[in-house]
Structures are given as structure tokens and as C-alpha cells.
């Protein structure tokens, strides 16, 4: 008997060495595969290698093989509670990148403490004419003028009800980045914001209202403190009839003067706005290493990566100065490395939010930077 039980012993042993060398292979596989990847991928358009790069990995999630290989390799925890939100770790992924909450899963699986979907519209639109995401490489930056493409409102909400259904005991964060139709004019904007508001209220965890995107026209014409106001009540009234309370965030341009940073922070103060998310992409194009004519080229857009993070750094920390009502502060724009966020955080960022430093460092950027919170 004793035989017996030794012999079943020493094959669990053997069985769960063998796995995890296993594990360990793959994980090395996949990084080197990655890598190759990458320099593939940036042969290709840049939103097109986005799309495709995020549906084969979609399809590779289809794998239990790959999905515990990838949760294995990236997954960390180091939580972090905000707003009475529990977030599985203080790092997540910008407003952009999953425009219409297709990848949840898989971001999930690659480490991300929360993702914010979006800029979600109203109506359903295209955006600006391709192409329309260039890649900076000598600069570590993008450049886009997407122009809020996405689903509209009624296709993501029903896609959002149908993934909290099927992951009920998901611990990712979802915002809801919200925006307006390019062709609602400025003085009815306030009506787009609430219909996403209300469209997505029930399926989100917190909504990002942002007005500072420089890629629809005269969007960022709405950073007064009296357009801000008029956005701002109608979801506040709203909120206020419903059951949950979801924190409403302001995701703020770096290029503002700070008379109008100033006005902004009274506002915070007056509507008791409950954070802020600092910031988007710049329209300044100083100081980049790629050549001007090829920046000429290209033509307008937001510019993100590196050359941002000491602008959006500055903007940073003149907001917490400012901050009396210590709302919360994410920081976001020009994080490549784990020393950019710890910048970041040294200026003032509670939470971290990616993208740029996705596309050029990769995943393994969660990690890093998830360890260094403090």
C-alpha cells in the first residue's frame, strides 16, 4: 500500500514540475514571439496592425494553454481603492485603445487594473478619413486623429451587458470614457453626454467625461468652466435619482494656460467633480527627434509617448497644488518605463493610465510598473 500511495506521490510531483516547466517555456516562447511580433506589426499601418494584433490574440485566448500562460507571465496584484472602487492593481489602459469593449478579456488577461472604453458617442461614426495613426518610433510617440470612431452608445452598452453576464466574477475596472458627435453642435453637447451617460450608467464602474480630445472640431472649446458646468449637472442630477453611485471623471488637455487650469479647479471644487484625469495628447510638437518634414507630413492630430510626459508631468503638479478638495489625480500621457510613472506618481498621480508605452514597451510595462507602487 505504502508502494502505492509513493508511487502516485512522486507522479503528482513529477506532473506538476513537468507543467510548470511547461509554463515556463511558454512564457518564453511567447515573450521572443512577441518581440518578433512587434517589429512585424510596425511594418504595417498602425491601426491596422492594432486591429490585427488585438483579434489574434483574441483568438489565441480561445487557447486555455495561452490564457494561463499569459495570466501566469503579467497578471500582478498590488490593490489599490479609490472611490470606493477596488482596483486589482493602480495600472490601466487609456481611453482609445478599446474604443468599442471588444477586449476586456484579453486585456484583462494581460495585467491591466482597469480599462477605460471609448470615446464613446451618442450615434455610431466613422471618424476622420485614414490614415489616421502614425507611429513616431524615433520619438517613442504616436500621433493620431481618430476622430471618436467607434459604435455609438446602443452597440457597446448591449456588448458591455453581454460580458458582464458571461464574467460576473470579473475584478477588471471599466470606465466609460464619453464624448460628442462631431456634428452636435457646442451649445447642445451637454445633450450627447448625458444620453452616453444614462446609455452606459448600469454597465460601467466610472465614466471619464472628455472634452479635450484635439481631434474634434472645437471639443476643446468646452474646458471653460461655464460649457464644463452644463455638461457636468445634467449626469450629476441623474446620478443622483440612481441606486449605485459611479464617480464622474474630467480628462483635461495639457496645453491649458493655468488661468484656465485655475477655472477648472474651482469648478472641481463647486460640483464636487471627483476626479480628474491628467491628460490627453498635446497638440505641441517641440522638441521630437523625427524629422520636421516627416511631422509636417503627417499633418494634425494628438501627439503621445515620451515627448508628452514632462508637459502632461508639469500640468501634474501644478494640479496638486491646486487640489484642496484631494480629488483623485490619474496620470496619463508620455509613460514609457516604470521610472516615467514613478515620476508620474512623484508629481502627483494616485493611478496610472498607458497607451503609447503599450504599443512601444509592451505588456510586460504593467508589471513593471504595478511593482513599483507604492
Request: with cysteine; net charge positive.
Amino acid at each position: 500500500m505504502k508502494n502505492v500511495v509513493y508511487f502516485f506521490q512522486t507522479a503528482l510531483f513529477q506532473s506538476y514540475h513537468l507543467k510548470m516547466k511547461m509554463i515556463k517555456t511558454g512564457m518564453v516562447i511567447l515573450h521572443r514571439m512577441y518581440q518578433l511580433l512587434r517589429k512585424c506589426l510596425f511594418l504595417l499601418d498602425a491601426e491596422r496592425a492594432h486591429h490585427f494584433s488585438m483579434k489574434s490574440l483574441k483568438l489565441l485566448m480561445h487557447l486555455p494553454l495561452v490564457k494561463l500562460f499569459l495570466q501566469k507571465r503579467y497578471s500582478i496584484s498590488n490593490p489599490a481603492e479609490f472611490l470606493g472602487l477596488h482596483f486589482m492593481n493602480p495600472v490601466g489602459l487609456g481611453a482609445g485603445f478599446d474604443k468599442n469593449a471588444m477586449y476586456l478579456n484579453e486585456l484583462q488577461a494581460l495585467g491591466f487594473g482597469f480599462v477605460e472604453i471609448g470615446t464613446v458617442t451618442p450615434l455610431a461614426q466613422e471618424g476622420n478619413p485614414k490614415p489616421r495613426l502614425f507611429r513616431l518610433p524615433q520619438d517613442k510617440a504616436l500621433i493620431n486623429r481618430m476622430g471618436f470612431n467607434n459604435d455609438g452608445a446602443e452597440r457597446i452598452a448591449t456588448r458591455l451587458e453581454k460580458w458582464r453576464k458571461k464574467n460576473p466574477l470579473s475584478k477588471l475596472i471599466v470606465g466609460g470614457n464619453i464624448g460628442k458627435n462631431k456634428n452636435t453642435p457646442n451649445d447642445e453637447a451637454w445633450k450627447d453626454y448625458a444620453i452616453v451617460f444614462e446609455k452606459l450608467y448600469e454597465l460601467v464602474d466610472y465614466f471619464a467625461v472628455n472634452v479635450s480630445s484635439p481631434n474634434t472640431p472645437g471639443l476643446r472649446e468646452l474646458q471653460t468652466k461655464e460649457q464644463l458646468r452644463n455638461i457636468f449637472m445634467p449626469l450629476i442630477q441623474y446620478r443622483a435619482k440612481q441606486p449605485i453611485h459611479k464617480p464622474i471623471l474630467l480628462k483635461i488637455a495639457p496645453d491649458l494656460a493655468h488661468e484656465d487650469v485655475d477655472a477648472i479647479m474651482e469648478l472641481v471644487e463647486e460640483i464636487k467633480i471627483e476626479g480628474l484625469i491628467v491628460s490627453n495628447t498635446t497638440i505641441d510638437r517641440s522638441n521630437l527627434h523625427t524629422n520636421q518634414e516627416v511631422v509636417d507630413k503627417i499633418g494634425n492630430g494628438g501627439l503621445s509617448g515620451a515627448p508628452l510626459l514632462q508637459k502632461s508631468n508639469n500640468l501634474l503638479e501644478y494640479i496638486r497644488q491646486k487640489n484642496r478638495s484631494n480629488v483623485l489625480l490619474i496620470g496619463s500621457g508620455g509613460i514609457i518605463n516604470a521610472t516615467d510613472a514613478i515620476q508620474k506618481i512623484a508629481s502627483g498621480a494616485q493611478l496610472i493610465q498607458i497607451w503609447t508605452g503599450f504599443i512601444y514597451t509592451g505588456p510586460s510595462l504593467i508589471k513593471q510598473i504595478a511593482k513599483q507602487y507604492k
